[in-house]
């Protein structure tokens, strides 16, 4: 399972991310796709992604059971916990830097 | 009164979990029906206090009222813990839940032949072999030192750690070697989830057989069925790379052995397994007693859940 939500980013991305995968709201897309499949996407992502942002999550072999990666600025920044990873809620006007933290 | 417009919270079974979540420094508190942690510069993170088995509290850690509720209402359990892992004092899952099951457990403790059945079914399951015949639980758990001694020394050569005992002051932390420093860590992630585990499923962590005379003695008698194929090779593992932060080293590593060995699915079941050894049925209420008024509500958690 593969979620990837986009925010403020160009249409010709989300058109193209809609050729692989399922808009089922605005900027939500979903899908099941292989791992190689899943690493071009987000390529794609990162060359279309512009001032907006995404994130993407998939199932893998994690114990939570899932990952996610993110890409460009928003107010909630991936952090990792002892092996777990969560995710933080940064306050107005303090706006962290959401890059991956892998 | 108007209807509460969301259904009410309830447990999830331990086995659906991830295994623990330590959390260094912040308030514990619950926005909007959320479990979060607030850190001095207002930045807050959820945690997903319903999908894990344990919260370990490090020092630096505030707690709420409302926090402690939603977690007791969700079945996990918080443990506030010491520096890197020495345990502090345990809540937040109120235990005790069953009757039936405290009643049963205490009654196996009780009874010698039971509790000499359970000690040769936990040596059983520890060591993959039965232990030797017409030995008392005290024999017994001087052959088990004895075996346990062998296989830590056994396990630093494997690793190429230098291992000179056990040993370790509790109430100093980083008084022990590296070695021994892992192993308490690792221990302590293991005692954590355990312990869950024996709450969830409805027993008291008090009543052991093994172990006795401390609030967690049933905790340790399940631990160390786990220790020597999960936290302890961890440990050793660890403990001979040297790391600059062993702690988090050895929690990473622990978490990878509790998801490869399936631990939180074999517990409960285990848990059952060793107590059913004793061979004697749970008991049934008594005919006088008063009957329950209001039925029990069909719960998706384990026995021991409240709600």
Known sequence: MLVIVVENVPPRLRGRLAVWLLEVRAGVYVGHVSRRIREMIWETVEKGIEDGNAVMAWSTNTESGFDFLTLGQNRRVPVEMDGIKLVSFVPEGDQGNATDIA | ?307
């Open chain 2, 1 to 307: 009164m108007t209807e509460p417009i969301l259904p009410p919270l309830k447990p999830i079974p331990i086995k659906d979990r991830v295994s623990v979540v330590f959390l260094e420094k912040g308030n514990l508190d619950v926005l909007d029906g959320a479990f979060v942690v607030v850190d001095k510069d207002g930045v807050r993170t959820h945690i997903p206090v319903g999908g894990v088995a344990c919260l370990m509290l490090e020092p630096g850690t505030r707690v709420s009222h409302a926090a402690v509720t939603l977690a007791s209402r969700v079945g996990c359990l918080l443990v506030w813990i010491g520096e890197a892992g020495v345990r502090l004092y345990a809540s937040g899952q109120p235990g005790g839940a069953r009757s039936d099951r405290l009643l049963y457990q205490a009654k196996l403790a009780l009874d010698d032949e039971a509790r000499l059945k359970i000690v040769r079914k936990m040596y059983e399951m520890r060591f993959k072999e039965k232990p030797p015949e017409r030995r008392s639980v005290e024999q017994l758990r001087g052959i088990e030192g004895v075996r346990v001694r062998k296989m830590y020394e056994l396990l630093a050569r494997q690793y190429g750690v230098t291992w000179k005992a056990r040993n370790y002051d509790y109430e100093e932390w980083g008084s022990g070697d590296m070695p021994n420093r892992c192993l308490s860590s690792a221990t302590a992630c293991l005692y954590g989830i355990c312990e869950a585990a024996i709450l969830a499923a409805g027993y008291a962590p008090a009543v052991g057989f093994l172990h006795t005379g401390k609030p967690q003695s049933f905790v340790y008698d399940i631990a160390d069925i786990f220790k020597f194929d999960s936290v302890v090779p961890v440990a050793f593992r660890i403990a001979a790379k040297n790391p600059r932060q062993p702690e988090r080293e050895v929690r990473l590593a622990c978490r990878d052995a509790f998801r490869q060995t399936r631990l939180l699915h074999r517990i409960i079941p285990t848990i059952e397994e060793t107590l059913a050894a004793g061979g004697i049925e749970r008991p049934k209420a008594p005919e006088e007693a008063v009957p329950i008024a209001i039925p029990n509500k069909e719960g998706i958690g384990d026995a021991g859940h409240r709600g």
